[in-house]
């Protein structure tokens, strides 16, 4: 089931990619496999996904010795700093970098490491109060900062959208995210690309993709609803 959900999923978002013009493989299909047992996360491996994302350090490390190494970890939620040093050499990719102070501990355990950890700056777009990130003007005044510390690669930019019945709602909050990408890069800074744009989730991944982006982190659409006890 999850099997044939997953491929549903795939399926979806390559023919979005398509029908905005791109390649179908523009735009990589995470699965977010918080919560889930490993066995499905194997399902779902077989299926072909290469690419997990989990919310949660230790969640993270308990899935990650019993899922083969050619999996890409992907961090997407809220990091604590005292957390970092045991997933800064584990993942691929840490979506969810949301202050300069969070940056600033990457670095220094990356470098510890001796490893270069690829990040996103995750940007409040709808500016809710409950949620972590960036707002516009402060990602503005922090991104040179950010990206002159070693150990770290600024690759884009991540937002979690705000949670709506009807996805065409968010179209303006992904369109937004585009337009930043473009301005931060326009700004030409040292170690900054912005050639990822991780947004979209199960309710909006199919609006997500046609506004551009390159990542789109999926889970219940995938595994069915989380049961948090
Ligand atoms: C849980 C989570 C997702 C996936 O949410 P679904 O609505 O189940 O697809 C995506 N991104 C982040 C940051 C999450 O925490």
């Known amino acids: 089931m999850v099997r044939e959900q997953y491929f549903e999923v795939k399926q979806a978002v390559v023919h979005a990619c398509e029908e905005s013009g791109r390649k179908g493989d523009a735009c990589t299909l995470i699965a977010v496999s918080k919560t889930k047992p490993v066995e499905m996360l194997k399902e779902v491996y077989d299926a072909g996904c290469r690419d997990f994302g989990e919310n949660k350090v230790q969640e993270l490390l308990d899935k990650y010795d019993k899922i083969p190494s050619d999996v890409r970890w992907h961090m997407i939620g809220h990091l604590q700093t005292n957390k970092v040093k045991y997933i800064v050499d584990k993942v691929s990719l840490i979506h969810s970098v949301d202050s300069v102070k969070l940056a600033h501990e990457i670095s220094r355990q990356a470098v510890k ?5 690829p990040i996103l700056l ?3 777009i709808a500016e809710e109060a409950s949620k972590y990130g960036f707002k516009v003007h402060e990602i503005m005044e922090s ?3 950010i990206a002159s510390l070693p150990g770290i690669l600024v690759k884009g930019l991540m937002a979690i959208a705000p949670f709506v019945e009807n996805s065409e709602e968010n179209r303006i909050y992904f369109q937004q995210m585009r337009q930043l990408s473009v301005d931060i890069l326009r700004k030409n800074i040292d170690n900054v690309s912005m ?3 991780s947004m979209g989730m199960t309710g909006d991944y199919l609006v997500a993709v046609s506004e551009g982006a390159t990542h789109v982190r999926v889970g219940s659409g995938i595994f069915g609803n989380r049961i948090y006890k």
């Open 113 to 117: 490491k001796n490893v270069v950890v």
């Open 122 to 124: 995750e940007v409040n």
């Open 143 to 145: 991104v040179a900062e």
């Open 195 to 197: 050639d990822i744009l």
